[in-house]
């Protein structure tokens, strides 16, 4: 992009040459200084950290673009946060925080002085001090930095029925060779320019990551440039070293890139231009390490990978000292900071004013902005349930209207969204395309079905993009749900991660406020896969969830649809949460009437003493289960030990909320030692039937008294392409391995008990015998149903 000289007065040029020399001070001084903020007196090594830890590459990148975005937002009175990508971006977004004022306000005693400035220094990369990416800590972040791949993601979510906002983005071109990142491109097909804000990509080509060259930076011009237009971008491009043309030439390409946004947007809401346009972008060529060390013990360090993170030591050459210093004066800080050490304010005053800030944009608070959702009583959407075992449709398809009228009552205020890799008619949540249809900004075929400019549900075939898409709409003060089939829901282990970590930090951040809970729904479960086979049968993002914080996690496994209904209403009125919910779309039996579900999922895990009969009496044996089709097997086992041993007596307990399991001192909703003995006894053997790897529920369990009687049965890593019941024999977690436990640990049933256990042992052959000639379930089991016979 050529500069126009006319777009920067000699003045203002001037002003924001130094004000970016200021932040790349503080950004230096973050890295190394532990006294002599302001090089009052000659750099000593007392003066220096011991440990120097930060990464200096991406800093005077990112606090050029953050100088003139500066610029851009008084110019046009532009609502904008700023989502830094590039990894360890944290010297950038603290330093301008503290330059425009946001910082100081948030913590006092950062103040805006030369003893604000040694603590600002001090705290990072510090013991008990602040990380070097652009963590939760650091006001105006929605964007934790510290795994790579999701910035973009993020960016678009966050403008998502945010009209008047603009996302910065700033990409890293180490970052754009993840695979998030790269389908992040895509997003442009997504976002409505009637009803959606804006992003502005900024790819900070800077050529290297730790090691290694960028793929981006060792292609010809000519293949990246075609690169973006065949994403469907219009780059700009701004690319050298000399600080005054740099100036120039980026002032010029934001200012067209916000004439574009602005373009665009007024086509689209005024004209009605339905056609997709092709956003801005820009891409920032410069130096690695601009503006540091050129060469350090006879190596190039800046515009190589060596710049990449601390190009000095002096701790381990003292020679570096000198260097060090000669660095830190080269920004002349004399010329920009008082002898109190404030910013003078000449160029304090370039920065925006307010809530314009970035730092102080209430989007990157999102807690501030969220509104309660508008709910129906759940109540209205349940089916009847006469007695135990009336047949069910599917749970998730009773879930559906409820979900759609959520989704309609609060379409005007515009704050809901569904999203879910092409998978929310297969999850069973249909019944929301009776109300909205699917976002889609690319081309409508007239065969296509439920795809518009605008919509509630937002599905791409990649789980990283809706995952990420979900967590910016939730930081920036929206809801949502994430809908996914149960084995895939791993593609995003590390974005939850992520995620789990800024909620966890945040939680302990009074200025930050709560956000709206993030909500999986996970369907098409691991007992269900009857014609995708091994491939699609993997329950154990549970178990990657339970490692979390329990102040920040909570699964639950609804065993019907009326229970599912009441999960799913508290899951969405909740605040800071990571909340799984596990349910089947399948046609399956239904257990509870709604009073009984909202009694049993408000106690999180209870007695079924319908199901039971040691009513006042100890039982002989606790038949345990949580999830539904362990639920299902469970009960099938209850009717073939009363059929068959009626003198026994069986407790039953059905878990929804598995982490009622553990003690109190380890998780919120976990059971006392005393509520846990009252349900599961201190001596009797419990035959436990679980949804996912059995291991968990041990490790949830081990401290509790009875814990040598609980005895696991669930997923071991055994399917196949088969059918429903087959598959609970395979993992042994079905109705006659149930059985045989229980006759296993009671010793009473004598001889009965010994035939019993021979009689399913054959069963078992006949039913296997009977999948390999049929390849379906034996009639008899195929059409079982809940006899009440323990009632």
């Known amino acids: 992009m050529q500069a126009n000289p006319q777009t920067l007065s000699p003045e203002l040029l001037s002003r924001m040459d130094a004000y970016w020399r200021a932040a790349n001070y503080l950004s230096v001084g973050q890295i190394y200084l532990y006294d002599n903020p302001l090089l009052k007196r000659p750099l000593e090594l007392t003066d220096i950290k011991r440990m120097l830890l930060g990464h200096w590459g991406t800093s005077p990148g990112q606090n050029f673009i953050y100088t003139h975005l500066n610029r851009i937002i008084k110019k046009y009175d532009v609502n904008m946060i700023f989502v830094s990508g590039p990894g360890h971006g944290g010297p950038t977004v603290v330093s301008h925080t503290y330059l425009e004022g946001t910082y100081s306000e948030i913590y006092p005693d950062i103040s805006q002085d030369e003893a604000g400035l040694q603590k600002l220094f001090l705290q990072f990369s510090f013991p008990g001090g602040i990380p070097s990416h652009a963590s939760p800590e650091c006001p105006g972040s929605i964007h934790e930095g510290g795994e790579l791949g999701y910035s973009l993601s993020h960016s678009f979510g966050a403008v998502f029925d945010n009209p008047d906002l603009v996302v910065a983005c700033v990409v890293g071109d180490g970052e754009a060779e993840t695979g998030p990142l790269a389908t992040a491109w895509h997003s442009n097909k997504f976002l409505d320019p009637a009803t959606d804000g804006a992003v502005l990509p900024i790819l900070h ?242 065969n296509d079905e439920f795809l518009a400019p605008t919509g509630r549900v937002v599905e791409m075939l990649s789980e990283h993009q809706c995952e990420g898409w979900l967590e910016g709409y939730l930081l920036t003060g929206r809801h949502g749900l994430f809908n996914c089939y149960e084995a895939f829901i791993h593609i995003v282990d590390s974005m939850f991660n992520q995620h789990a970590k800024w909620l966890k930090v945040t939680r302990h951040l009074p200025w930050r406020r709560r956000i709206a809970s993030l909500n999986y729904l996970l369907a098409s479960h691991v007992w269900r896969q009857d014609h995708n086979g091994f491939t699609h049968q993997d329950p154990g993002f549970i178990d990657h969830v339970v490692n979390k914080k329990s102040e920040v996690v909570r699964t639950y496994f609804p065993p019907d649809a009326n229970c599912l209904l009441s999960v799913m209403d508290h899951c969405l009125r909740s605040r800071h949460y990571v909340n799984v919910v596990v349910a089947g779309k399948h046609p399956a039996p239904q257990w509870l009437t709604m009073d009984a579900a909202i009694k049993h999922c408000t106690q999180g895990i209870s007695i079924w003493q319908w199901a039971s009969n040691d009513q006042a009496v100890a039982p002989d044996v606790v038949m345990a289960c949580c999830g539904d089709v362990p639920t299902l097997e469970t009960l099938a086992a209850v009717t073939l030990l009363r059929e068959h041993l009626p003198e026994l007596r069986i407790r039953v307990v059905n878990i929804v909320d598995l982490m009622r399991l553990q003690p109190p001192s380890e998780h919120p909703h976990g059971l006392s030692d005393t509520e846990f003995d009252e349900l599961f006894t201190r001596d009797k053997p419990v035959i436990f039937a679980y949804h996912a790897y059995p291991w968990l529920i041990h490790r949830l369990t081990y401290r509790r008294t009875n814990h040598d009687n609980i005895h696991v049965r669930g997923y071991k890593e055994e399917g196949t392409i088969t059918t429903p019941f087959d598959m609970t024999v395979l993992n042994d977690l079905d109705r006659f391995h149930l059985v045989m436990d229980a006759i296993d640990r009671m010793p009473q049933t004598g001889d009965k008990g010994i035939y019993l256990k021979q009689q399913l042992k054959d069963k078992l052959i006949e039913h296997k015998q009977y999948i390999n000639k049929h390849g379906q379930d034996m009639p008899e089991i195929r059409n079982w149903k809940w006899k009440g016979a323990a009632g």
């Open 205 to 446: 080509l800077n050529g290297y990551k730790i090691a290694n060259p960028t793929i981006f930076a060792r292609i010809e011009p000519e293949e990246l440039e075609q690169f973006f237009r065949g994403c469907g971008w219009t780059p700009y491009f701004v690319a050298g070293r000399e600080p005054e043309l740099m100036h120039e030439a980026m002032a010029t390409t934001l200012d067209i890139a916000m004439e574009d946004i602005r373009r665009i947007q007024d086509d689209a809401r005024k004209n009605g231009n339905p056609v997709r346009p092709r956003w801005p972008m820009i891409v920032l060529i410069s130096p690695k390490g601009w503006t540091g060390p050129e060469v350090v013990d006879g190596l190039q360090i800046e515009g190589t990978f060596r710049a990449h993170q601390v190009p000095l030591n002096p701790n381990a050459k003292p020679e570096h000292l000198k260097l060090l210093e000669d660095w830190l004066q080269s920004y002349r800080p004399q010329e920009l900071f008082d002898e109190q050490g404030r910013l003078i304010p000449e160029l304090a005053e370039l920065a925006p004013m307010g809530e314009r800030r970035m730092g102080a944009n209430p989007h990157a608070n999102g807690g501030m902005l969220l509104r309660d959702l508008r709910m129906p009583d759940f109540r209205d959407y349940a089916i009847d349930v006469p007695v135990p075992g009336t047949p069910g449709i599917g749970d998730t398809r009773v879930l559906g209207p409820f979900v759609r009228d959520v989704a309609k009552l609060n379409n005007a205020q515009r704050n809901f969204r569904v999203f879910g890799p092409d998978e929310t008619l297969s999850n069973g949540l249909g019944a929301l395309f009776e109300f909205t249809e699917r976002q889609w900004n690319a081309t409508i075929e007239p």
